[in-house]
């Protein structure tokens, strides 16, 4: 029987475990573990990391845990007040908070994509949180976005790392995503280029560089003072819950967070496979009669059933029946349950099998490999059967979050 929520909340990328993992899992001391927040190598490799990514940042004000749901615990354990979180946002963000006794509260994001707040809209929220006694202080946002896999426009962002400012909010950007684009021409920012003395950026590696089974993540703090004193405490954390990575895995994370070739070359070939079934599975779900915007990162995306006989609990468990595995209801992300609105996880149409992913990760054409057509037949099938009769609107004319703008 599967818990309520689930705890497998997050898309799963599909991807085989490379080789180049497991050679250095082996090679790791097998026993024991980091110190709280990460060690001196791991840390030294989540420099570079951050470097070449334009946010500078010394091993002092770095840590790593395992798994982003540890770190934002730690982050928020760390300061005083509530969480923040966009409307919909990832399924295992507010939940967090009831952890520690704070508060969540959600504020809608935009229709046209990503998952950062509309800055009207969370400037509204916090007025309203703090006059019925809350405490609104930290706000987690992701500009590369998990339920929609789309992304949010550097307009907008700046706008509403403006209105958190002026909110007196700080900040945790998760960029869990923002390796995963699909196009080379999408621009994504940070938060931490725009209010760097206020904003934490955090990135889960299962979606990128380790295999989704293993919990790794890395936390940025700012270099200020009070980054350093907000890093201190949230490593107290750390250490009062013993989270920590094992010493097996440490190895493994530093090497791939070095980067090198063999390691970005995977990359590459992933970041190409999620954008090509990212496109495939859009055009299956759009042609059996569901509203949805086109993916531009991760590998996931957010359509809208056309039924008017379902909501989103109700399309979660007629889809999950249908397709033989879990689809989750945009209830889950905290959005409207009355929508028939799901999240459809494309990692899930490589294949079950290390040996069906490598195929298809290798493949000129991944939509042509047989078992992953028969997927994507079943998944046009699933929508067609519940969608409604008749024509459908453009995306774009919906006023759905998942629909369009």
């Known amino acids: 029987m599967r818990p309520d929520p689930p705890y497998d909340v997050r898309p799963d990328p599909g991807l085989p475990v490379p080789d180049y993992w497991a050679t250095r899992m082996t090679g790791g001391s097998g026993s024991g573990a980091e110190p709280p927040g990460g060690g001196p190598r791991l840390l030294a490799a989540a420099a570079g990391y951050w470097e070449r990514r334009g946010l500078p940042a010394d091993p002092p004000h770095l840590a790593a845990a395992p798994g982003a749901e540890a770190l934002v615990v730690a982050l928020l354990a760390a300061v005083d007040g509530d969480l923040v979180t966009g409307r919909p946002a990832a399924a295992w963000q507010a939940g967090l908070a009831g952890l520690l006794g704070r508060r969540a509260y959600t504020a809608p ?8 707040p509309d800055p009207f809209a969370l400037l509204e929220t916090v007025r309203r949180a703090r006059a019925g006694g809350g405490a609104p202080r930290l706000l987690l946002l992701s500009a590369a976005d998990d339920p929609s896999g789309t992304v949010t426009a550097p307009e907008l962002l700046h706008e509403t790392c403006e209105a958190a400012a002026e909110a007196g909010l700080l900040i945790v950007s998760d960029e869990t995503y923002s390796d995963t ?3 080379h021409d999408t621009v994504l920012l940070s938060p931490a280029e725009m209010l760097p003395d206020h904003t934490v950026v955090i990135t889960d590696l299962g979606a990128t ?11 940025r703090f700012p270099a200020t003072d009070h980054g350093t004193a907000w890093r201190r405490r949230a490593v107290a954390v ?5 989270t920590v ?7 493994a994370v530093a090497y791939v967070l070095g980067e090198p070739p063999e390691v970005t070359d995977r990359t590459a070939a992933a970041n190409r496979l999620h954008a090509r079934m990212g496109a495939a599975a859009y055009r299956a779900v759009t042609e059996a009669g569901a509203s949805c915007r086109p993916p531009k990162a991760g590998f996931q995306l957010y359509p809208t059933l056309s039924s008017h006989d379902l909501d989103a609990a109700g399309a979660e468990e007629r889809l999950s029946a249908l397709l033989g595995r879990p689809v989750l209801g945009g209830h889950r992300f905290g959005d409207d349950p009355l929508e028939p609105r799901v999240r459809v996880d494309t990692g899930t149409l490589h294949g079950a099998t290390e040996a069906e992913r490598r195929t298809v990760l290798a493949a000129a054409d991944p939509a042509a490999v047989p078992h992953v057509a028969a997927a994507l037949a079943a998944l046009t099938s699933a929508f067609a059967e519940l969608s409604a009769s008749g024509p459908v609107g453009d995306p774009a004319d919906s006023r759905s979050r998942g629909g369009g703008a």
């Open 209 to 219: 560089l380790v295999p989704v089974t293993v919990p790794a993540a890395l936390a």
């Open 181 to 183: 684009l699909h196009h």
């Open 238 to 242: 750390l250490a009062a819950q013993r």
């Open 245 to 251: 990575l094992s010493a097996s895995v440490a190895p």
């Open 109 to 116: 994001t935009p229709a046209e994509g990503g998952g950062v």
